[in-house]
């Protein structure tokens, strides 16, 4: 079966991002077993305050992965690589049952 993994690295007073929703903070010359984990996966999960924050990026982060983003904001456009679900009982569910490696629930927090 597959499984739903959340990976994030925090500060030590436990943030996640920058007010502004920003991880520039991470250092990017440690090893932290990320690009391991990122290979070990081919679906990743998104909230709606992760989705807007990413967007932002020069590229999304995730193109070479199938993305879900959980929310009743959006409306799924024609040409969007993203599926935008609003039921994550029946999202699970439909993951667990198809074949894949991972899922990663990736959670950007203010």
Request: net charge neutral; proline share 4%; aromatic share 14%.
């Amino acid at each position: 079966m597959r499984k739903i993994t959340l990976f994030i690295a925090s500060s030590l007073d436990g943030y996640i991002a920058k007010n502004d929703g920003s991880v520039n903070w991470l250092p990017s010359n440690i090893s932290s077993g990320y690009y391991d984990f990122y290979k070990s996966i081919n679906t990743v999960i998104l909230g709606t305050t992760t989705y807007d924050q990413v967007i932002t990026f020069d590229v999304y982060p995730y193109h070479d992965k199938k993305s879900y983003v959980i929310t009743r904001n959006y409306n799924q456009k024609k040409d969007d690589p993203l599926q935008f679900v609003n039921d994550v009982e029946k999202l699970v569910k439909e993951l667990f049952s198809t074949p894949g490696t991972g899922i990663w629930l990736v959670v950007v927090q203010k």
